[in-house]
């Protein structure tokens, strides 16, 4: 018999992976900060809870998936919060992405409670959430990650137990470091077939199935070429992951320059205004140095 779940986080990607729990018919809790982003939920068979206490009361597995180290806290220590209303044996399950060593201090608050703790960071975007396809990278106990794997297999298609408590969280933002790597390189390679006068959609059909294809050049350069800028992930919170990267390397003593760039990158086109766009934008701020745009 299945356990039941709660679900705290109804973003861009909490949303698509709630869903896909009760599309699995498992019995899900929901909470979100802002209340109306759970009408979606409830009308496709969820119950709602009053605060993340209220959750953690109802349910034994809760799962987190909000914006960042803070919002965790939050959700975890605060007022109204899961670790007021945790029971013994309860699982909790952050999805989100966040400080590696923030993971293991709340994960020490969780087990004196009688509890345990996954850090299991996603990757694959809004599409992989909505259609279940996520990368999840596990830290914690093997025991708990068994408990929820059939949860996780839910909403991801590649589940990894990478290692103990925060293994997840870093191993998460060695996808980021390889994530934004990609992302700068096609923005610097799109930008160069433009001024050649290549044709941009015959240029990723015949690149994307060689050494050079990724998931990243697959889903994110077609919505460049045509200056798609909505986000599957934006560009402040992939301003946030990149300043976990570059406080985790300075603690580790390993060089983060391609992050750095990135970091600056994204930043100047924050200062434009345009942090709540897809993190593939980082195109715009490699145009501006040249004054050339890609797909006009």
Same mark, same amino acid.
């Given at each position: 018999?299945?356990?039941?779940?709660?679900?705290?986080?109804?973003?861009?990607?909490?949303?698509?992976?709630?869903? #896909?729990?009760?599309? #699995?018919?498992?019995?899900?809790? +929901?909470? !979100?900060?802002?209340?109306?982003?759970?009408?979606?939920?409830?009308?496709?068979?969820?119950?709602?809870?009053?605060?993340?206490?209220?959750?953690?009361?109802?349910?034994?597995?809760?799962?987190?998936?909000?914006?960042?180290?803070?919002?965790? &806290?939050?959700?975890?220590?605060? &007022? #109204?919060?899961? $670790?007021?209303?945790?029971?013994?044996?309860?699982? +909790?399950?952050?999805?989100?992405?966040?400080?590696?060593?923030?993971?293991?201090?709340?994960?020490?608050?969780? *087990?004196?409670?009688?509890?345990?703790?996954?850090?299991?960071?996603?990757?694959?975007? !809004? *599409?992989?959430?909505? @259609?279940?396809?996520?990368?999840?990278?596990?830290?914690?106990?093997?025991?708990?990650?068994?408990?929820?794997?059939?949860?996780?297999?839910?909403?991801?298609?590649?589940?990894?137990?990478?290692?103990?408590?925060?293994?997840?969280?870093?191993?998460?933002?060695?996808?980021?470091?390889? +994530?934004?790597?990609?992302?700068?390189?096609?923005?610097?390679?799109?930008?160069?077939?433009?001024?050649?006068?290549?044709?941009?959609?015959?240029?990723?059909?015949?690149?994307?199935?060689?050494?050079?294809?990724?998931?990243?050049?697959?889903? /994110?350069?077609?919505?460049?070429?045509? /200056?798609?800028?909505?986000?599957?992930?934006?560009?402040?919170?992939?301003?946030?992951?990149?300043?976990?990267?570059?406080?985790?390397?300075?603690? +580790?003593?390993?060089?983060?320059?391609?992050?750095?760039?990135?970091? @600056?990158?994204?930043?100047? $086109?924050?200062?434009?205004?345009?942090?709540?766009?897809?993190?593939?934008?980082?195109?715009?701020?490699? *145009? #501006?140095?040249?004054?050339?745009?890609?797909?006009?």
């Amino acid at each position: 018999m299945s356990e039941k779940l709660g679900f705290i986080g109804l973003g861009i990607m909490g949303k698509g992976m709630a869903l #896909n729990l009760l599309k #699995n018919g498992f019995d899900v809790c +929901v909470w !979100n900060r802002t209340e109306s982003k759970c009408d979606e939920l409830i009308a496709a068979g969820a119950s709602k809870g009053n605060t993340p206490a209220d959750v953690a009361a109802k349910t034994d597995i809760i799962f987190i998936c909000v914006s960042d180290t803070a919002d965790v &806290e939050a959700v975890v220590l605060g &007022e #109204n919060g899961v $670790l007021g209303s945790l029971k013994a044996g309860s699982l +909790v399950v952050d999805h989100s992405t966040i400080s590696p060593k923030a993971t293991t201090d709340m994960a020490v608050q969780i *087990e004196a409670k009688g509890a345990k703790m996954l850090d299991a960071p996603v990757s694959g975007g !809004n *599409e992989g959430a909505a @259609n279940g396809t996520l990368s999840i990278m596990v830290g914690g106990d093997a025991d708990q990650v068994e408990r929820a794997m059939p949860y996780l297999q839910a909403m991801g298609k590649t589940i990894t137990h990478v290692g103990d408590q925060g293994a997840g969280q870093s191993a998460k933002l060695v996808n980021q470091i390889l +994530v934004i790597g990609t992302m700068v390189s096609m923005g610097e390679a799109l930008l160069f077939a433009e001024a050649s006068g290549l044709d941009l959609q015959k240029t990723l059909d015949a690149v994307s199935g060689g050494a050079a294809g990724s998931w990243t050049l697959s889903n /994110r350069g077609p919505q460049a070429i045509v /200056r798609d800028w909505r986000p599957g992930f934006t560009i402040d919170l992939q301003q946030k992951d990149l300043r976990l990267v570059l406080e985790a390397a300075d603690h +580790v003593g390993v060089p983060a320059m391609t992050t750095s760039l990135a970091f @600056n990158l994204y930043r100047s $086109l924050q200062t434009q205004g345009l942090g709540h766009e897809g993190n593939h934008a980082i195109v715009k701020a490699l *145009e #501006n140095l040249v004054d050339i745009r890609i797909g006009e």
